[in-house]
């Protein structure tokens, strides 16, 4: 039994939305992003949350095996999961071990070619069967008003990720007034087009049913005001993008 604990946000034992088939999905705490239309601002703190070991952790997934069929298996999202790297690979080891399809939902802020990081990282991926990647805005300026921080190691990774052989799902979220535009779509698109390993792409609609959290916490919510896209935006951006359904 590891010693090693991971600090637990919530968990869904049903996800049919991150990642193939059905996950058991657990959602960790911490991420130093502050996106504009995160609608998970009680993710943001890290060093914070339930307490658990991997082993509790895959005990608890394991119960719900059966209904993983085939492709199924646990999700590790957040917050971002790469900052509790030693936790995280602790338990996609002992989820290996166990046969046990893995998945991670991340935004790549974390990644750094310094060390210990990247050797960690580099285990972490032969340990992944796929990764989620959100692409927040492929624009590294319009990327740091949005989130606070820059692209440049975010696309590296996925560059590695691609010439490491991982599976990769990208994720982008439309915003209108922000990602919601023809270029940065384009350039979007012209970049994942340079990886090898694009199983699929998403297009997430904004959406506001996260500002609750906000009043709640006292944050100010920084996209009051911006509406959803219309169904014909999203649809110009899925055929730009790409996005087989």
Known sequence: MSDIKGYVNKLESFGAVDGPGIRYIIFLNGCRMRCAFCHNPETWAENQGQEYTADELLAKALRFKSYWKNNGGITVSGGEPLLQMDFL???????KAKGINTCIDTAGQPFT?????????????????TVMLDIKNIDSQEHQKLTGVDNANILEMAREMSDMGVRIWIRHVLV???????????????????????????????????????????????????????????????????VVK
């Not at 690979?89 to 989820?95: E, V």
């Not at 990282?121 to 032969?126: G, I, Q």
């Not at 012209?190 to 506001?208: A, G, N, Q």
């Open 176 to 242: 209108p007034g922000g990602s919601d535009n023809d270029q940065l779509l384009h350039r979007t698109r012209e970049f994942i087009d340079t990886l090898k390993t694009v199983d699929r792409v998403e297009i997430l609609p904004y959406h506001s049913l996260g500002v609750p959290k906000y009043q709640e916490l006292g944050i100010p919510y920084r996209l009051d005001g911006v509406s959803s896209p219309s169904p014909e935006r999203i649809q110009n951006a899925e055929e730009i993008l790409g």
């Open 89 to 95: 690979l602790d338990l996609f080891r002992k989820a």
């Open 113 to 129: 070619h310094d060390e210990p990081f990247y050797s960690k990282w580099k285990e972490l991926m032969s340990l992944t069967d």
